[in-house]
């Protein structure tokens, strides 16, 4: 089964490449491996979420503070990870990766917030779903003050391909 097949299967669809907001590609190539630039949670050229991670209820959903719930962040990581697979799948075609190989998460939090490792899982477990043992990867997650556009989270990939 192509990488292809797995994603109809699991009925998801690429999103289109999400435009560069600054001077950079969205990935490169060196040898067999792909580095993606950092992928914002962009959803049809707009963010699907903004603001700060933190806690928020006993749900982790957003609230009109202009906060981020981990479940929404979450979710949120989940979406750059696919704008992360758009870029791999634009410069060499999804179904040559053959592994992700490191996963590198920013999670824009509020002080006190340490719910990274679980808002990365939703960029995780999506290459998990679609790559099966391919998707385990080494992984950072790392809380930071502030990210582009005021972005709650973005992901960068290495994947190796098909030489």
Do not use: W
């Amino acid at each position: 089964m192509t990488v292809s097949d797995r994603l109809r299967e699991l009925g998801i669809e690429l999103p289109a490449v999400a435009a560069p907001v600054a001077d950079y590609v969205p990935a490169v190539r060196v040898g067999d491996l792909v580095y993606t630039s950092g992928q914002l949670p962009f959803v049809d050229g707009e963010l699907d979420a903004v603001g700060k991670v933190r806690e928020i209820s006993a749900a982790g959903h957003s609230d009109t503070h202009g906060s981020v719930g981990p479940e929404d962040a979450k979710a949120a990581a989940r979406i750059c990870a696919l704008n992360a697979l758009a870029a791999i799948d634009d410069l060499v075609g999804i179904d040559n990766v053959e592994r992700i190989v490191k996963v590198t998460g920013f999670v824009a939090s509020d002080p006190g917030f340490t719910g990274q490792p679980g808002v990365l899982n939703g960029a995780s477990e999506l290459f998990g779903e679609v790559f099966g043992d391919a998707g385990r990867h080494a992984r950072s997650a790392v809380g930071v003050n502030q990210l582009p556009l005021n972005a709650p989270v973005e992901v960068e990939v290495i994947a190796q391909v098909r030489s």
